[in-house]
């Protein structure tokens, strides 16, 4: 659900865009792809932890697009 609070709404659309991209893959299938640990992707997809620079990084460059939005690409 959309908020009026930036940073949850940055990182509310990250896990949904990680959601869609690992949406055929099993999590150790994405550590593979990612070198992401696949407990840290489950965490993050649960909404247990939010994702550090690093992990944004190697999931982006993992899938060879785009996941993390700034604040400006929400106006």
Not at 17 to 41: F, K, P, Q, W
Not at 44 to 73: H, M
Request: glycine share 6%; proline share 4%; net charge negative.
């Amino acid at each position: 659900m959309p908020t009026d609070n930036t940073a949850v709404e940055i990182v509310r659309i990250y896990v949904l865009n990680l959601t869609e991209a690992t949406s055929d893959m099993s999590l150790r299938e994405v550590a593979a792809l990612t070198g992401v640990d696949h407990m840290t992707i489950r965490a993050i997809l649960k909404g247990e932890t939010w994702p550090d620079a690093l992990t944004i990084a190697k999931t982006e460059r993992g899938f060879n697009r785009r996941l993390w939005l700034g604040p400006r690409d929400l106006s």
